[in-house]
């Protein structure tokens, strides 16, 4: 997604310099002052930014005379504002985003009693859009009033500029506006960061806990006791939204576990650390075999440490590893990590929830098969149960989520959108679905996600998704994924399957799949038949590696593995 429509109840200025950093990352298409309605009821298929100022479309005295603090007039004034932006989201699935202000310049006396009915206005255009938004995947919400509070809004709106060019806005308004916009579009584009690395002595608490042992480390009393627990409490909020929290400290192992286990002033406690590297390696090399271990890109990795010479080797030797560089004030840690647009997500799923106890069962998973004499007999000894699961209004969610983060076994590694899913899935019938796996580590979950496309011709399909989460590779559900899809699309009367393998940095494991389960390259078919699914798939969007299958004559191995 390179292009966004920019539009707005108010002039936006666009060429002040405010807008840098969403231009930096976008093409901006601004239009002309006032457009906004055109724009949302045109449905054009690039995104769209609709910046709204309530001042803009609603007059303060439309609440001075009687009646007009009655919810059906609230109603009856939103009506023609919801009415274009219904328009849009029916005729586009690509991404809308509203960024929205109700703020105008009033006393705090008019509110002190009975309320003031345009405060009561703001709220409803409020739940409005939030109504929306759960019913109508592609679109997302920016509420600028928040957004305008952390700088002040007497600096973010500018009175000369309304007057002189209708723009409501300041030049730091116009940059905290852009600043937000490009971080909600940047988690559209990429998913969040998956694992927060963070050290121990003068991080998660004061004091190196070797030489002051653990009676004496600055920890949960009043003052910089309580800002390190706070800190902790901010982490393991995270965790419990997905993120896996890992340790890399240079200590003895032995202390640092005491502290996590018997100090009263740790929020955070061992069962909440997904891995743990408590050495006196190099923390470079740490990461690196925290990666390996996790089975996770090192650009999947945030690294927080109070040491400014450990943070530059970091950077230094590992680039892809975001190392935000936190202020010497550790009273501003919480609020900093808290608010980290690159740990922040969209959703939090089921899945999200029990992530780090995922990852563990995927830790032993991976000690146990090393050392097991039979791949095959240790994997018929797990019990491994999958099941296909629907996607629906529930589970659709995780289906983006996988969309948005898996890499590694990913065929195609095309993100779709909430919005484009919706589509898709209707498209696919019983050829998109879920699949939910279960052994003797665990629910892992619903970690599969195949989407197989009807084409031109009745008897061909093209396998449009199919990717599995890395925690449960090595147990060759991928085998069992594609048995399923062959099974609901011959069902279906469809004989072959078009595939396409795109090859990336990232997804090299998932390059001899096709050929290992009985996929031919396009190129060595017959002419007949090569023209025949030429045809099918040309509206198809492929630019890699074309690979077919005959269904009819498919022989899928591993499969043995499974408990029927």
């Keep these: 997604m390179n292009k966004f429509r920019i539009t707005s109840t108010s002039n936006l200025l666009p060429g002040n310099d405010g807008w840098r950093p969403l231009a930096a990352r976008y093409d901006l298409d601004f239009g002309e002052f006032g457009d906004w309605p055109q724009v949302l009821l045109s449905g054009q298929a690039t995104g769209v930014l609709w910046l709204c100022f309530l001042e803009d479309l609603i007059a303060p005295t439309a609440f001075s005379g009687p009646g007009t603090d009655d919810a059906d007039y609230f109603d ?10 219904h328009k849009r989201l029916d ?14 310049p009033d006393s705090p ?30 679109l997302y919400l920016i509420a ?42 940047a988690r559209i584009d990429a998913p969040a960061k998956k694992v927060l690395v963070l050290d121990c002595d003068n991080t998660l608490w004061g004091g190196i806990v070797g030489e002051v042992g653990m009676a004496g480390l600055v920890l949960g009393q009043d003052g910089m006791g309580q800002a390190f627990t706070d800190f902790q409490a901010v982490a393991l909020s995270l965790k419990q939204r997905g993120i896996l929290l890992a340790i890399a400290s240079n200590n003895n192992d032995n202390e640092v576990r005491e502290v996590f286990d018997n100090h009263p002033g ?60 936190p202020p010497t004030d550790i009273t501003l840690w919480p609020g900093i ?48 149960r999958p099941r296909v699961q629907a996607i629906d209004t529930v ?37 998109a679905f879920l699949v939910n796996l279960e052994d003797k580590f ?66 090299t494991i998932a390059g001899t799949f096709l050929t290992d389960h009985g996929f031919v390259a396009l190129s060595d078919l017959a002419a007949a038949d090569r023209d025949k699914l030429q045809a099918a798939t040309a509206e198809m969007p492929c630019g890699g590696q074309i690979y077919v299958a005959s269904l009819s004559s498919l022989s899928i191995p591993h499969l043995d593995v499974f408990n029927p």
């Excluded at 004034?77 to 009415?83: A, K, R, V, Y």
């Excluded at 957004?147 to 600096?155: D, L, Q």
Aim: charged fraction near 25%.
């Design 76 to 85: 009856g004034l939103l009506q023609p504002i919801m009415q274009a932006l």
């Design 91 to 104: 005729k586009s699935a690509a991404p809308t985003i509203v960024a929205w202000s109700t703020w105008r």
């Design 109 to 138: 006396v008019r509110a002190a009693r009975d309320g003031d009915p345009w405060r009561k206005q703001g709220r409803c255009l409020e739940a409005a859009f939030n109504v929306l938004a759960a019913r109508e995947a592609g």
């Design 144 to 185: 600028l009033d928040d957004v305008f509070a952390i700088p002040g809004y007497a600096s973010c709106f500018d009175s000369r500029n309304y007057y002189a060019a209708r723009c409501r806005l300041s030049r730091a308004g116009i940059e905290a506006t852009a600043l937000a916009c490009a971080a909600v579009l």
């Design 266 to 325: 740790m929020t955070l406690k061992a069962p909440d650390i997904a891995a743990w590297r408590v050495d006196w390696q190099e923390k470079t090399d740490s990461i690196n075999s925290l990666a390996d271990e996790l089975g996770l890109g090192l650009d999947s990795f945030v690294f927080w440490d109070d040491n400014p010479l450990e943070r530059e080797k970091m950077r230094h030797a590992l680039p892809q590893v975001l190392t935000p560089e």
């Design 337 to 384: 990590l808290a608010a980290m647009d690159e740990l922040a997500g969209f959703s939090t799923s089921a899945e999200d929830r029990r992530k780090t106890e995922q990852y563990r069962d995927r830790a032993i998973f991976v000690d146990e098969i090393e050392t097991a004499d039979s791949e095959g007999d240790f994997l018929k000894s797990i019990d491994l």
């Design 395 to 431: 589970t659709r969610s995780r289906a983006q989520q996988l969309c948005a983060k898996t890499n590694q076994f990913n065929l195609r590694t095309r993100r779709h959108s909430d919005a484009e899913l919706v589509g898709l899935v209707e498209r696919a019938g019983e050829g």
């Design 442 to 507: 665990g629910d892992h979950g619903l970690t599969g996600l195949v989407i197989a496309l009807p084409t031109a011709t009745a008897d061909v399909a093209f396998l449009d998704t199919f990717m599995l989460s890395c925690r449960v590779l090595g147990r060759h559900l991928e085998a069992w994924m594609l048995k399923a899809l062959v099974d609901a699309l011959m069902d279906c009367g469809v004989g072959w399957l078009v595939a396409e393998y795109v090859p990336t940095e990232r997804n």
